[in-house]
C-alpha cells in the first residue's frame, strides 16, 4: 500500500562510526518477531532530542527528559509491541529497570541510557519478556545492523525507514545515518513517532541542539497521517564525533549550514517515508501554503486542509472535488482571510492547474484537468494566501478503506 | 446505518399556526426527487439565525446576513443538490435572483426572503431550473407540509429528521416543530448544516434571538461527526406568535424558561438525529468531560476525543482500545493537566465502568467489561479533569468503511 516508497537496499545503509546496533526476539506482544534494539553509542557522543507534547506522555519519554540533561548518553533501547503509555508510576518503574538493566550488561550508568517504547497504548508492559531479550540485543551488536534496527522499530510500518547520506567537512567524510518508524496516531508535536538519525560528525552540544530543532520543524513536525499526537513521538539526533574533523561549533560558518542541512534533508525523507506509508495510504500529497502573513497560519491551513476527512476521502477516490479544499481553508481559523484574493492550484509532478480564484471556481479550470491530475500517487496542493510572505509545507495521505480496516482490527 | 433514528412519524410532525411549507422537484442536481423547499411565514413572525464561521461562507449565508437585520422575514427558500459555496460573485447574484423571484410570485421585498442551499460546493447553481421549480413549491404550500419538507432538504441523510413538542404558556398551547439535515461535513460553528425551528409562541425579538444562540451552543453547536465546518451551516427560529400568549419578553420569567427549554430540547433532539445519521455511523457516542477550569477547555478535550480518528476507528470495532482516548485527551492542548488526577469512564445505558485513574489503568478495569459495554449502539466516554466545575457534552458518531465509501463516491 505504501505510496512510491521500497524497503531501502542494506548496501545503501551506512554505518556510522561510533554506533552499533543489535536486535532481538523478545515477545514483547508476539513471538517470533524482532522487537526489541539496542544501540551503543561511543564515548563521548553527544545526542540531541525532542519528544512528544502530548500531557499523557509515555514512561520512557518521561525518563528521557530526565537523562538526557545529564550529558553523556551511551545507549539508547526500543522496544515495539507495547507503548508503556497510561501506564502510570508501574509503566515508570519498567522504564528505569529497562535502563538499570540495559546499564549493567554494558557496565554504564543507567542515567546514560535512554529509553523508547512503541505499540499499544494503556497496557501493562511485559518488563521480564524485555529484560530477558537485552542480553540476546547486545550479543547482537554491529555497526552494519540500521537494516535490521529498521526492522525491529515497526509497528503497523509495512516496510522499514532508513536513508544515509555522506558530505564532506574540512576533507574529512561525514555520514548521516538514521531511521524512522510510524504509519497510524501520526501528527507529531516536537517529533515524530521514533526517529533516530546519527553521525559522525564533531559538533558543538548547543548547536547540535539547534539543528535537532529546526530539523524538526520543518520535518516530523509537518507531517501527519490521522491528526493523533502521539504519546511516545521521539526525535533522537547523535553525533559521535569519529569523523575527526575539527569540532563545528559556530552556526553560521559553512560547515555548521552544510551539516545541517544535511541532517534535515535525511529528517525530511525519513518523515517523508512515514506518511508515504501512512496506514491505508494510496496518495502522497503535499500541502504548500505560501504568501501568509506568518508561518503559523500557513500551518494552521495546511493541517486543515491534510485533516479533513472529506478531503482526504476524495483524494482517496481521485475526485477533484475542490469545494472541500476552500471549505477546510475556510475554517482554518484566520478570521479576516480574503477568500477573494486567495487562489489555490492542484498539481502532480508533471502539471499544476489553477482551480480556485476570486471566491470562486477559476475561470480556465477543466474538470477533466483536475481528474487527469488527480489520478497520480503524488500529488500538491498549493494555496495562495495572498496576504504576506510566509509559507509552510505540510505532507499527509489520503483516507482510504485501509486505515479503517487496520485502526478497527489493530489489536484483534 | 443510521444508530436508534427512525423516520418520523407524519401525525407526530404538528403545523404550527403561520407557517406554511411547500416542495418541488427543480432537477438541481438530480431529476426525479424533491430538492426545493419553500417556507412561507405570517406577517408579523419573528426570526433569528446563527451561521457557519466558516470564511468560505457560501452565497445564501452571506446573503442571509444582509436580509436578517431589515426584519419581517416571510419566506425561507431552500434547496438541495447543490451548496451555492465558493461560486464567487456570480454566487451571490443567483443568491439574489431566487429571493427576488419568490418575493415577486409572494408579493413581498426581496428582503423579506431568506435563501439557503446544501449539496456540491464549488460547482455553479443551475439557477434556470431552480426559479422554474419555485411557482411549483409555492403552489404546494400548506401547513401540515413538515414531513415532505424534512426529505426535501437532505443530501447524504438516510433518514428525514424533524421533531414537535407542545407546551402551555399563559393558558395557550404552544407548538414547536423543527427540522434538521445533515450527515457529513459536520462540526458545525454557530449552527448545523441546515436546522429550522417553528413555534407560534409570541416572544420578544432580542429574546429571541437569546433563545437561539443559547439552543445552539449546546445542540448543533455541540456535535461533530468528522470535524469538517461546513459553508453553509444554518439555523433559524421562527415565532409566529399566533398562539395568543401575551407576548414573552422577559429572560427570567418562568414563561421565557419554558419556551427556551423546549427550544433547546428540540435543537438538541434535531442535531442528535444528524449525528445518529452521521455519515457510516455504526455507534452514538456522548463525550461528557466534567470537572474542568472551564467550559472552553471541556469542549476543547470533548473535541479532540470526538474527531481522532483512532478513537472513532476502535468504537467502529467495538474494540476498548482505551489508550486511544487517554491519547487524545493528553494533546487536548491543556498543557498544565495532571493526567495523574483525571478519571476516564466508559458506559452505555445499562452499565458504566472505571476505565483510566492515576496516569494508567484503572485497578479494577476488567477488559471483558469494556468489550461487553462496547457492544451496545449507544456509549457514552466520561471524563472528569479534576481541575473545578465545568462541564460540557459533545455528541459525536463512529468512523466506519461506510464513511469512507460515501466521501469516496458522492459526486459519482
Known amino acids: 500500500m505504501a505510496v512510491n516508497l521500497k524497503t531501502p537496499n542494506p548496501a545503501d545503509l551506512l554505518p556510522v562510526p561510533g554506533v552499533r546496533l543489535g536486535v532481538a526476539q523478545a515477545g514483547i506482544r508476539k513471538a517470533g518477531r524482532y522487537d526489541l534494539t539496542v544501540i551503543e553509542l561511543a564515548p563521548g557522543s553527544r545526542v540531541a532530542g525532542v519528544f512528544t507534547q502530548n500531557r499523557f506522555c509515555a514512561a520512557p519519554v518521561a525518563v528521557c527528559r530526565e537523562h538526557l540533561p545529564h550529558g553523556s548518553i551511551r545507549a539508547l533501547v526500543i522496544n515495539t509491541g507495547n507503548a508503556n503509555a497510561g501506564t502510570g508510576g508501574q509503566g515508570l518503574d519498567d522504564s528505569r529497570a529497562t535502563c538499570g538493566a540495559l546499564a549493567e550488561i554494558l557496565a554504564i550508568d543507567a542515567r546514560q541510557v535512554l529509553p523508547f517504547s512503541t505499540g499499544v497504548i494503556h497496557e501493562p508492559l511485559p518488563i521480564g519478556r524485555l529484560l530477558a531479550g537485552l542480553p540476546h540485543a547486545v550479543a547482537d551488536l554491529r555497526a552494519d545492523s540500521w537494516f535490521s534496527a529498521a526492522h525491529a522499530i515497526m509497528t ?3 516496510l ?3 536513508v544515509s547520506e555522506q558530505i564532506v567537512i574540512g ?10 518508524k510510524g504509519a497510524g496516531m501520526i501528527r507529531p508535536n516536537m517529533a515524530t513517532m521514533l526517529g533516530f538519525i546519527a553521525c559522525d560528525a564533531a559538533v558543538g552540544q548547543t548547536l547540535l541542539e539547534t539543528m535537532t530543532l529546526e530539523a524538526a520543524d520543518v520535518s516530523f513536525n509537518s507531517i501527519t497521517v490521522d491528526g493523533d499526537t502521539s504519546t511516545n513521538d521521539s526525535f533522537v539526533t547523535i553525533a559521535t564525533g569519529q569523523a575527526g574533523n575539527t569540532e563545528i561549533i559556530d552556526a553560521a560558518s559553512d560547515e555548521a549550514r552544510l551539516l545541517a542541512r544535511t541532517l534535515t534533508s535525511v529528517a525530511i525523507r525519513l518523515a517523508q517515508s512515514i506518511v508515504r506509508d501512512g496506514e491505508g495510504a494510496t496518495k502522497f500529497m503535499s500541502i504548500e501554503i505560501e504568501g501568509g502573513a506568518n508561518r503559523e497560519e500557513c500551518r494552521r491551513v495546511a493541517y486543515a486542509i491534510a485533516h479533513s476527512p472529506l478531503v482526504k476521502t476524495a483524494f482517496f477516490a481521485s475526485d477533484p472535488n475542490l469545494g472541500r479544499i476552500l471549505a477546510a481553508i475556510g475554517y482554518a481559523g484566520i478570521d479576516d482571510l480574503n477568500v477573494e484574493r486567495l487562489r489555490v492550484w492542484l498539481g502532480n509532478p508533471e502539471e499544476e492547474t489553477l482551480v480556485a480564484e476570486h471566491g470562486g471556481r477559476a475561470a480556465g479550470y477543466a474538470e477533466e484537468t483536475g481528474a487527469r491530475i488527480m489520478k497520480q500517487a503524488e500529488l500538491t496542493v498549493r494555496v495562495d494566501l495572498a496576504r ?5 509545507t505540510v505532507w499527509t495521505c489520503d483516507l482510504s478503506y485501509g486505515y479503517v480496516k487496520i485502526n478497527a482490527d489493530y489489536r484483534s
Open 156 to 158: 503497523t510500518d509495512t
Open 388 to 392: 504576506g510572505q510566509a509559507k509552510a
Open 160 to 162: 522499514a525507514k532508513a
Open 171 to 180: 576533507g574529512k567524510t561525514i555520514t548521516v545515518t538514521g531511521m524512522s
